[in-house]
């Protein structure tokens, strides 16, 4: 099946580690995303890739980093300078404007 | 004002109901326009596409009214499984690339 597939689903970090959130699609998009929601609000832009080797920040890349090595993967590192990393993270890729979006992450900092 | 905005609800109506929801956007080069729909804890999906002439996909149907700078979500005979939360994405011109604009989204209860 096409799709975008995320993991972990739950992960729990101690504060002042670093963790990584996977991202991989199938879907052959070129562009990929990275949001976050808290609660009652809307989703929020971390960082987005146009194209393989390329990206760019979002509205709150601070405390989050990126790669893109592969078409396929986009994976999020949520480093210790993110003073409050606790929330829902999506990725998602993209089509004629059209986004889709993975199952979620959700991380929890103890 | 925000570039995207939406009414928080919560709509509470009863199962068979007819709801509407609206949803402005400032930007008025924005160009695409979508309804996604998002259960409790869950990601969110695709609902449909706005289209200038509106359109329709069962009980729901879609409308843009560019002049007035807004898309409409009417949902009739409404269910139980429609309840969720309901947000609203625009797609701006801007920089080097388009920007997709989340709304923050109108919760739907709808209630036996």
């Known amino acids: 099946d096409g799709g975008i597939t995320q993991s972990p689903k739950y992960l729990f970090r101690k504060e002042g580690q670093n963790v990584t959130l996977s991202c991989e699609q199938n879907l052959n998009h070129d562009a990929m995303y990275w949001y976050r929601q808290d609660p009652g609000q809307g989703l929020r832009l971390i960082y987005y890739s146009q194209i393989v080797n390329d990206f760019q920040k979002g509205d709150i890349a601070e405390g989050y980093s990126v790669s893109r090595e592969k078409k396929e993967s986009f994976p999020l590192t949520v480093t210790s300078a993110q003073k409050n990393p606790t929330a829902f993270y999506l990725c998602?890729?993209?089509?004629?404007?059209?986004?889709?979006f993975g199952e979620g992450s959700w991380l929890t900092v103890v | 004002r925000k570039e995207v905005e939406q009414d928080p609800g919560p709509f509470n109506v009863p199962e068979g109901a007819t709801v509407a929801f609206n949803c402005t956007y400032s930007?008025?080069?924005?160009?695409?326009f979508f309804w996604y729909r998002q259960d409790c804890r869950k990601e969110p999906k695709l609902l449909m596409s706005v289209y200038s002439s509106g359109n329709e996909d069962g009980r729901f149907t879609a409308q843009l009214n560019r002049a007035s700078q807004y898309i409409s979500l009417l949902i009739r005979d409404s269910k139980l499984s429609d309840s969720a939360t309901y947000l609203c994405v625009v797609n701006t011109p801007g920089g080097a690339t388009n920007k997709l604009i989340f709304g923050t989204g109108t919760l739907l209860a709808v209630q036996p």
């Open positions: 930007n008025s080069a924005s160009q695409s």
């Open positions: 998602a890729s993209s089509w004629s404007y059209t986004i889709y």
